[in-house]
C-alpha cells in the first residue's frame, strides 16, 4: 500500500489549497473501511494531527482549523481530501496522511506574502 499527497504549494495568507491522498495497492472496498488522517509537521516542532475522517464518514478536526479545513473521502477513487481555507502563516508545514501503520511522502505547504 502507497499513499502520495499532492496539491501543496505557496500560498498567499488568506488563500486556499486543496491537498489529495491518493491511495495505492488496495481495493477501494478495503479502503472504505479505514480511517485516515491528515498530519502535519511544521519546522521544530512535532507532527499533529490535523483532521481525521472515519470509515463510516465523521470527521474531527483539531481547534486551530475547525471552520477553515474540510476533509473527505471519495471510496471509489480511493482518495481523501483536505480542503483548507483563509490559510495563514501557522498553517505552514509539511502535511502527511496516514492510513493504518502507512504514512505518505508528504506535501510542503507555504503560506507567506
Known amino acids: 500500500v502507497q499513499l502520495v499527497e499532492s496539491g501543496g504549494g505557496l500560498v498567499q495568507p488568506g488563500g486556499s489549497l486543496r491537498l489529495s491522498c491518493a491511495t495505492s495497492?488496495?481495493?477501494?472496498?478495503?479502503?472504505?473501511?479505514?480511517?485516515v488522517g491528515w498530519y502535519r509537521q511544521a519546522p521544530g516542532k512535532q507532527r499533529e494531527l490535523v483532521a481525521s475522517i472515519t470509515s463510516g464518514g465523521r470527521t474531527n478536526y483539531r481547534d486551530s482549523v475547525k471552520g477553515r479545513f474540510t476533509i473527505s473521502r471519495e471510496n471509489a477513487k480511493n482518495t481523501v481530501y483536505l480542503q483548507m481555507n483563509s490559510l495563514n502563516a501557522e498553517d505552514t508545514a509539511v502535511y502527511s496522511c496516514?492510513?493504518?501503520?502507512?504514512w505518505g511522502q508528504g506535501t510542503q505547504v507555504t503560506v507567506s506574502s
Open positions: 495497492g488496495i481495493s477501494g472496498i478495503t479502503f472504505s473501511r479505514y480511517d
Open positions: 496516514n492510513v493504518a501503520v502507512v
